[in-house]
């Protein structure tokens, strides 16, 4: 640690993220003077005795508590790598955390870690929506496993999250799981409210745990860590990658945590590879620029639509002025509305699928936060697997489209826009005349 916090500040004042994505975890001297990190392609590390590798074992294993300055060696890449030991203290950095690993996916990230936290007979306590994957292990694996997951609404008021929680049998909390913004509704949830929530039924025998998924604004425009969090997941996949070419995921959480959360890495597989944090690495030197870029872009779009004929609806984290409890819960946990936008068209499915059909820059695809936009339908493409009457209830409707904005010009965009509305308003005028 002495190394890390000497390359984390100059004449005694901490440096911030942004510049220590270049550098920070790794000396060059290591490798040949190379300036960046090589990728550790190796599956296992050489020992220089047997007795080092009898304690790095132990380390391991759990099987004796380190000495103040010993540290587990390198022993194979399913325990530890280089390559994803720099990228885990890089990924520290934005968020304030202790400690990092990283995931072959977001959902490795979330099942891994909620399989570790949780045993037969918990309840978790979760926002909706969330993620559709989320969703389906929530509500359908971990009930394999007798672990409840009980729901709730962003829109929800303390006294109502109270009384969900006041409902769930006495001793059997043991998580509150949110996702925040919602995907698809960019609604928002009280992290403050959640993790009081989760500090009153926590006990010494039981402690109840505030794990956040925070990729639609992190780690750049949101923190939940400081906001009472326990644990923070992403989909790295997403903003961290943020070029549509790595499936990758995260978890941040203090030492003890995430001891927990790695042991069960370590024997579910779960881990990233080497070549994959070596990717990460190089995209977190652009992270913030791209960011910022793209939020900047979204704000010009989403007001845009809101004033769009055929969009009967935004939801976007600016345009809450109808939503006084959203627009606190903003002000207090966001740095920027970020650059995910849903909206309703006029209409349907049917005028939504028009749409999406039309679009020519951006592309007609999943997932979200790449350097180009794309664009979507929930309610049949990612949240699917969710039924009909529950996506309603959630707030996804048939005439919702997701999009998520890049990088590319803002009057562009809008101009992909623009004739694929004007696609939609040509049939509709054709219908009415064959009508």
Same mark, same amino acid.
């Given at each position: 640690m002495t190394n890390l916090q000497d390359h984390a500040h100059i004449g005694g004042q901490m440096l911030r993220p942004e510049s220590l994505m270049m550098s920070y975890g790794y000396t060059p001297a290591w490798s040949e003077g190379a300036i960046k990190p090589p990728i550790f392609q190796t599956s296992t590390f050489v020992f220089k005795n047997a007795e080092e590798g009898k304690a790095f074992f132990e380390l391991a294993y759990g099987l004796r508590q380190a000495n103040p300055d010993e540290e587990m060696g390198l022993i194979y890449s399913r325990l530890n790598n280089p390559s994803l030991e720099i990228l885990e203290h890089r990924l520290c950095l934005w968020d304030g955390a202790e400690e990092a690993a990283s995931f072959a996916s977001g959902m490795a990230a979330i099942s891994t870690t909620l399989l570790a936290l949780l045993q037969p007979g918990d309840v978790v306590l979760h926002s909706e929506p969330v993620y559709g994957g989320s969703d389906f292990f929530l509500k359908n694996v971990l009930r394999k496993f007798g672990i409840e997951a009980v729901?709730?609404?962003?829109?929800?008021?303390?006294?109502?999250?109270?009384?969900?929680?006041?409902?769930?049998?006495?001793?059997?909390? #043991?998580?509150?799981?949110?996702?925040?913004?919602?995907?698809?509704?960019?609604?928002?949830? %009280? $992290?403050? =409210?959640? &993790? +009081? /929530?989760?500090?009153?039924?926590?006990?010494?025998?039981?402690?109840?745990?505030?794990?956040?998924?925070?990729?639609?604004?992190?780690?750049?425009?949101?923190?939940?860590?400081?906001?009472? #969090?326990?644990?923070?997941?992403?989909?790295?996949?997403?903003?961290?990658?943020?070029?549509? %070419? $790595?499936? =990758?995921? &995260? +978890? /941040?959480?203090?030492?003890?945590?995430?001891?927990?959360?790695?042991?069960?890495?370590?024997?579910?597989?779960?881990?990233?590879?080497?070549?994959?944090?070596?990717?990460?690495?190089?995209?977190?030197?652009?992270?913030?620029?791209?960011?910022?870029?793209?939020?900047?872009?979204?704000?010009?779009?989403?007001?845009?639509?809101?004033?769009?004929?055929?969009?009967?609806?935004?939801?976007?984290?600016?345009?809450?002025?109808?939503?006084?409890?959203?627009?606190?819960?903003?002000?207090?946990?966001?740095?920027?509305?970020?650059?995910?936008?849903?909206?309703?068209?006029?209409?349907?499915?049917?005028?939504?699928?028009?749409?999406?059909?039309?679009?020519?820059?951006?592309?007609?695809?999943?997932?979200?936060?790449?350097?180009?936009?794309?664009?979507?339908?929930?309610?049949?493409?990612?949240?699917?697997?969710?039924?009909?009457?529950?996506?309603?209830?959630m707030g996804i409707t048939p005439q919702m489209i997701r999009l998520s904005i890049g990088v590319e010009d803002p009057q562009d965009l809008m101009l992909d826009l623009s004739q694929a509305f004007e696609a939609v308003g040509v049939v509709k005028e054709m219908e009415l005349e064959m009508a």
């Open positions: 729901g709730f609404r962003p829109t929800d008021t303390p006294a109502q999250l109270a009384a969900r929680a006041a409902a769930i049998v006495p001793g059997r909390l #043991a998580m509150i799981f949110v996702e925040t913004p919602a995907n698809p509704t960019n609604h928002l949830v %009280d $992290l403050e =409210a959640c &993790a +009081a /929530l989760a500090r009153q039924y926590a006990t010494a025998d039981k402690p109840v745990r505030l794990v956040v998924d925070n990729t639609f604004l992190g780690p750049v425009f949101q923190h939940p860590l400081k906001h009472g #969090a326990d644990v923070v997941l992403y989909s790295a996949t997403k903003f961290l990658g943020g070029h549509s %070419d $790595l499936i =990758a995921g &995260a +978890a /941040l959480a203090s030492k003890p945590l995430m001891k927990e959360i790695k042991a069960m890495r370590t024997f579910m597989g779960t881990m990233c590879d080497p070549n994959t944090g070596w990717m990460l690495m190089r995209s977190l030197e652009t992270l913030k620029l791209r960011m910022e870029r793209a939020a900047q872009s979204a704000q010009t779009i989403a007001d845009w639509l809101r004033q769009h004929p055929l969009v009967a609806r935004t939801y976007y984290l600016t345009h809450l002025e109808h939503n006084p409890a959203q627009q606190d819960i903003y002000r207090r946990h966001c740095l920027s509305p970020g650059s995910m936008i849903s909206f309703d068209i006029r209409g349907g499915e049917a005028e939504a699928f028009r749409f999406l059909n039309a679009l020519k820059l951006i592309k007609l695809a999943v997932s979200l936060g790449g350097t180009e936009s794309l664009a979507e339908h929930p309610g049949t493409m990612t949240h699917s697997d969710i039924t009909l009457d529950e996506q309603r209830e």
